[in-house]
């Protein structure tokens, strides 16, 4: 492609002539032959991507963000739930029976 612009009009008119020179010909070698007109070719797919490309491409990606996350501090794990034995329990709601009777028996002596 590149050399067709190093080329003259007379050149490129040339080359244009033998282009319809070599399709009338095969219309007419069709024409013999008994086939019917060639079917123009079609022209090839542009900006696909072959499924070795599309897996290149994800693996990059997956290095991209591996990074970028291996670079995060690591995330705090969430705290062990803790649970309480039946007899601390049970001192607890005796120490707050306790308060609240406390609490109860000053308030009837200001009455």
């Known amino acids: ?5 190093s080329l003259t009009t007379t050149q490129l008119r040339q080359a244009a002539d ?3 020179k070599i399709e009338a010909l095969n219309k007419e070698l069709a024409s013999i032959l008994g ?3 060639p079917a ?3 022209a090839p797919k542009k900006g696909g991507m072959s499924a070795a490309g599309r ?3 994800a693996a990059a990606q ?3 963000w591996a990074k970028i996350k291996a670079a995060k501090p690591a995330a705090k794990a969430p705290a062990k739930k803790r649970t309480m034995s039946a007899a601390a329990k049970a001192k607890l709601s ?16 200001s009455l």
Do not use: C, F, Q, Y
């Open 1 to 5: 492609m590149s050399n067709l612009i």
């Open 18 to 20: 033998l282009k319809e």
């Open 35 to 37: 086939a019917s007109t």
């Open 40 to 42: 123009p070719a079609k």
């Open 55 to 57: 897996a290149r491409v």
């Open 62 to 64: 997956k290095a991209r």
């Open 94 to 109: 005796a120490a707050a029976k306790a308060r609240w009777a406390k609490i109860k028996a000053a308030g009837k002596k």
